[in-house]
């Protein structure tokens, strides 16, 4: 199994993907995918799916992790960000990948034990999981990786039922 977490969004996009072979977990891609502002909207959609194409291609993910979203103060951002959902939602069924969503609040239980923890909370027990992320630990990088293992374990459990 290898899991694809992505975290999206406009500005930056954080993804992470981790290989399960038996009972170890090698994580063997991560970072974020910055889209400049100043870009049209079109254009951003376009680099969104070819990035996520060719890692998809390049790693041959089998399942796709997602955080569903929620409605923030912000109705335009909301909107917006269902474009680049519904680009996952393509790509998933176009590789034949499993996909599956969780709320923050299942992540954050996920990771760190307590569905109510912070941002920061989370970041702090990613650094711990993945030390070697050191300079690169944007959060949306820690937030994909969060969903990542989510995914992972979740999907983990559900076999084993």
Same mark, same amino acid.
């Given at each position: ?11 930056a996009?954080? =993804?992470g993907?981790?290989?399960? #072979? ?7 891609? =991560?970072? +974020?995918l ?11 959609v ?13 790693f ?6 997602? #955080? ?14 269902? +474009?680049? %959902?519904?680009?996952?939602y ?13 709320s923050? %609040? ?7 034990? =307590? ?8 970041? %702090? ?5 993945f030390?070697?992320?050191?300079a ?10 969060a ?7 979740? %999907? ?6």
């Open positions: 199994m290898i899991i694809l977490g992505i975290d999206p969004g406009f500005t996009t954080g =993804y993907i981790l290989k399960k #072979e038996g009972h170890k977990c090698f994580l063997l891609d =991560y970072g +974020y910055p889209m400049s502002s100043r870009k049209h909207l079109s254009e951003r376009h680099i969104f799916f070819d990035f996520f194409t060719e890692k998809i291609t390049t041959q993910i089998t399942d796709l992790a997602l #955080e569903t979203p929620f409605l923030g103060k912000n109705a335009q951002n909301f909107l917006k960000l269902g +474009y680049l %959902r519904g680009i996952l393509l790509l998933a069924d176009q590789h034949k990948m499993q996909l599956h969503e969780f923050p %609040r299942e992540v954050k239980q996920s990771v760190t034990g =307590y569905g109510g923890a912070s941002k920061d909370q989370v970041e %702090r027990v990613i650094m711990q999981l030390p070697k992320l050191g690169q630990k944007k959060q949306d990088v820690t937030d994909a990786l969903v990542t293992l989510c995914g992972l374990w979740k %999907r983990q459990a559900h076999q084993f039922k």
